[in-house]
């Protein structure tokens, strides 16, 4: 009896520490909500034209400013009786084009500078630190405004503007980790394998450093899209017939109070999707921080 009761005693725990590890892994009630709710996006960003009931130009002066639950206009219609859901999903797919087009950018020119100020050290090194504390003290909304007022707003030019927002935090973080990684045993025994400086830090280091960076990159892609939305809204975003989440609520903002469905589902779709991204990066930044574990 004691051994078999001893037996089940371990089945016991070991049923315990299995289950307690797939709860410490399995991600929160929010976090799933926030996966699906990105996916969606992504699914909406892709077949926005499918999906589309009608043209984004399309207008219907009869049946302007109807409300939501129009059996023809779900979201309702805007002053020109172009359809709210139409321009919704077409504005989610361009805000989400700007902003991971311009995350991406600012991810690799970051982590590039960030290499660089590693690997070179001395002169490089002092520069790119100087650049980084010279883009942290900018007010960048400010200049943003005084170039797409100068130069004109295109979606290039926006795209880029935007992937020099954030990159010197990527560039302060590839350049410790890197100096730390180099001083480990890994890094010097491929250099003394003969690989050169490019396969080190792009084929060794980087894996190493991914995981942070990605983390970096989910907190930057919700304030892109923030930046986006207040360029947008006033008026040097993204400029007609396009439509973007921030250049719908700049144009509902004058129908408030007489049809506030034009400004509040862009602007409902701009918080949810802020949010989401969010609550994954702070569950990414916790699974992938070896210290947190």
Not at 70 to 79: R, V
Not at 104 to 115: C, D, E, M, R
Not at 184 to 193: D, E, I, T
Request: hydrophobic share 55%; proline share 4%; with cysteine.
């Amino acid at each position: 009896m004691t051994v078999i009761d001893t037996a089940t005693a371990q089945r016991g725990r070991g049923f315990a520490e299995r289950l307690l590890l797939r709860t410490r892994n399995a991600a929160p009630f929010s976090v799933g909500l926030g996966i699906i709710w990105l996916a969606a996006m992504v699914f909406i960003a892709i077949f926005a034209d499918v999906l589309r009931p009608y043209g984004i130009t399309a207008m219907d002066l009869s049946s302007r400013l109807v409300g939501p639950g129009h059996p023809t206009h779900w979201l309702g219609t805007d002053e020109l009786g172009r359809d709210v859901l139409s321009r919704l999903l077409q504005s989610i797919r361009i805000s989400l084009v700007i902003a991971f087009g311009a995350t991406i950018l600012s991810a690799v020119f970051g982590t590039a500078l960030g290499f660089a100020a590693a690997k070179f050290r001395g002169v490089v090194e002092h520069l790119v630190l100087a650049l980084a504390d010279f883009q942290a003290a900018l007010p960048f909304l400010i200049m943003s405004l005084a170039l797409l007022a100068f130069f004109g707003s295109s979606m290039w030019l926006l795209v880029c503007l935007m992937g020099f927002y954030g990159w010197e935090r990527y560039a302060r973080i590839a350049r410790g980790l890197a100096i730390s990684a180099s001083a480990q045993g890994y890094a010097s025994a491929v250099v003394q394998l003969g690989a050169t400086p490019m396969r080190v830090y792009f084929r060794h280091i980087l894996p190493n450093i991914a995981s942070t960076l990605i983390v970096s990159m989910t907190l930057t892609f919700p304030e892109i899209i923030l930046m986006e939305s207040g360029l947008s809204f006033l008026g040097l975003g993204v400029q007609p017939p396009q439509s973007s989440l921030g250049n719908m609520v700049g144009f509902g903002r004058e129908y408030l109070t007489t049809a506030p469905w034009i400004m509040l589902a862009p602007a409902m779709i701009i918080m949810l999707t802020t949010l989401s991204i969010s609550l994954v990066g702070d569950w990414l930044r916790d699974k992938l921080d070896p210290t947190v574990r």
